[in-house]
């Protein structure tokens, strides 16, 4: 009797030591599988291009948006980027090639501001209203100085500019300084914060930094452009010039400073308002992300959370921060 007490005992421990252990493994397996939604990379300031800085990067304590005070980086960016040329905008005659513009952005697609385009711009866009360059000479009617800059390129264009190509230069800017403050270590919230669409909005409208300084902007107000029959190209690189914000970007075109990931996944272009970092669009191989989120972000075990920019015709980086951002 005391034997099979024993054996069955035994038995038992041996039931018990199996069960834990497979317990332990699938425990293990769901924090391996779920551990991608926890890990967090820092801000890496040495991304940072120095030569697009007007000041070393400094750590300054701010309020998030989410009423935290968190540690965060001071960037104070020249807004002028040192890895590619800026320009040109807008070509001087109708008979100019691509080489002599810069690109438009419309109905999700990227086109060529080429003397034809702007030729061609009462068929493109169906109105006969537009006539932006004389039918004798073709020579392109376009702003030329500053003040023609200041009273074009807002969103308040008078009759005298209808029909203008708008280029305001990097000479009528080069004082212009742009701050921000980005969380050293990001915050990921419950909900994402929709970004600010003019008065009374709450959100910043600022999407992010570029690795040379530059700030990944709101999208252009096109509407507003087009209304007044002008023409505001970005160059290559997707970035042009206002008074107010100096030189921008409105689309990722791969024009910029990128870090390439070891693994082939989309190469890193700069850093989101709220720390994340911010991704081309395409892999190494060129493949689209298909498992986004509503602000066009997903996580994996590399990278933690991150962004994936839309692409240039959209005139769109990402849709939301999904993490608290310095006010």
Same mark, same amino acid.
């Given at each position: @009797?005391?034997?099979? *007490?024993?054996?069955?005992?035994?038995?038992?421990?041996?039931?018990?030591?199996?069960?834990?252990?497979?317990?332990?493994?699938?425990?293990?397996?769901?924090?391996?599988?779920?551990?991608?939604?926890?890990?967090?990379?820092?801000? =890496?300031?040495?991304?940072?291009?120095?030569?697009?800085?007007?000041?070393?990067?400094?750590?300054?304590?701010?309020?998030?948006?989410?009423?935290?005070?968190?540690?965060?980086?001071?960037?104070?960016? *020249?807004?002028?980027?040192?890895? !590619?040329? #800026?320009?040109?905008?807008?070509?001087?005659?109708?008979?100019? =090639?691509?080489?002599? +513009?810069?690109?438009?952005?419309?109905?999700?697609?990227?086109?060529?501001?080429?003397?034809?385009?702007?030729?061609?711009?009462?068929?493109?866009?169906?109105?006969?209203?537009?006539?932006?360059?004389?039918?004798?000479? &073709?020579?392109?009617?376009?702003?030329?100085?500053?003040?023609?800059?200041?009273?074009?390129?807002?969103?308040?264009?008078?009759?005298?500019?209808?029909?203008?190509?708008?280029?305001?230069?990097?000479?009528?800017?080069?004082?212009?300084?742009?701050?921000?403050?980005?969380? %050293?270590?990001?915050?990921?919230?419950?909900?994402?914060?929709?970004? &600010? $669409? +003019?008065?009374?909005?709450?959100?910043?409208?600022?999407? &992010?930094? $570029?690795?040379?300084?530059?700030?990944? =902007?709101?999208? $252009?107000?096109?509407? /507003?452009?087009?209304?007044?029959?002008?023409?505001?190209?970005?160059?290559?690189?997707?970035? !042009?010039?206002? @008074?107010?914000?100096?030189?921008?970007?409105?689309?990722?075109? &791969? @024009?910029?400073?990128?870090?390439? #990931?070891? =693994?082939?996944?989309?190469?890193?272009?700069?850093?989101?308002?709220?720390?994340?970092? @911010?991704?081309?669009?395409?892999?190494?191989? +060129?493949?689209?992300?298909?498992?986004?989120?509503?602000?066009?972000?997903?996580?994996? /075990?590399?990278?933690?959370?991150?962004?994936? %920019?839309?692409?240039?015709? $959209?005139?769109?980086?990402?849709?939301?921060?999904?993490?608290?951002?310095?006010?």
């Amino acid at each position: @009797m005391n034997v099979k *007490k024993f054996q069955i005992n035994h038995f038992t421990v041996c039931l018990f030591i199996i069960t834990t252990f497979l317990s332990c493994s699938k425990s293990n397996e769901e924090d391996q599988i779920t551990d991608t939604n926890s890990i967090v990379v820092n801000v =890496d300031p040495t991304n940072f291009l120095t030569a697009g800085l007007s000041e070393p990067i400094s750590i300054v304590s701010r309020t998030l948006s989410n009423g935290s005070t968190a540690d965060c980086y001071k960037i104070v960016s *020249k807004n002028t980027p040192t890895d !590619h040329a #800026q320009g040109p905008w807008c070509p001087s005659n109708i008979s100019d =090639d691509k080489s002599k +513009g810069g690109i438009w952005l419309e109905g999700g697609n990227v086109y060529d501001v080429d003397g034809a385009f702007i030729q061609n711009l009462a068929t493109f866009y169906k109105n006969t209203t537009w006539q932006m360059y004389n039918t004798t000479t &073709g020579a392109i009617t376009k702003t030329l100085t500053q003040e023609d800059c200041q009273a074009a390129a807002n969103p308040n264009v008078g009759v005298a500019y209808k029909n203008y190509c708008v280029e305001c230069l990097p000479s009528y800017v080069s004082t212009l300084t742009k701050t921000i403050y980005i969380p %050293v270590k990001p915050i990921k919230l419950t909900s994402p914060i929709s970004f &600010g $669409a +003019g008065p009374g909005s709450t959100g910043p409208s600022i999407r &992010g930094i $570029a690795f040379n300084g530059v700030i990944f =902007d709101a999208p $252009a107000p096109v509407n /507003a452009i087009l209304g007044a029959y002008t023409l505001a190209p970005f160059d290559d690189a997707g970035g !042009h010039i206002n @008074m107010a914000a100096g030189y921008h970007y409105h689309a990722a075109t &791969g @024009m910029t400073t990128k870090k390439l #990931q070891a =693994d082939g996944h989309a190469a890193m272009i700069g850093y989101a308002l709220d720390g994340f970092g @911010m991704y081309e669009r395409l892999s190494a191989s +060129g493949a689209e992300y298909t498992d986004l989120d509503a602000s066009r972000g997903h996580s994996d /075990a590399t990278r933690g959370y991150h962004y994936h %920019v839309d692409k240039a015709g $959209a005139n769109n980086f990402i849709n939301s921060l999904a993490g608290a951002y310095a006010n």
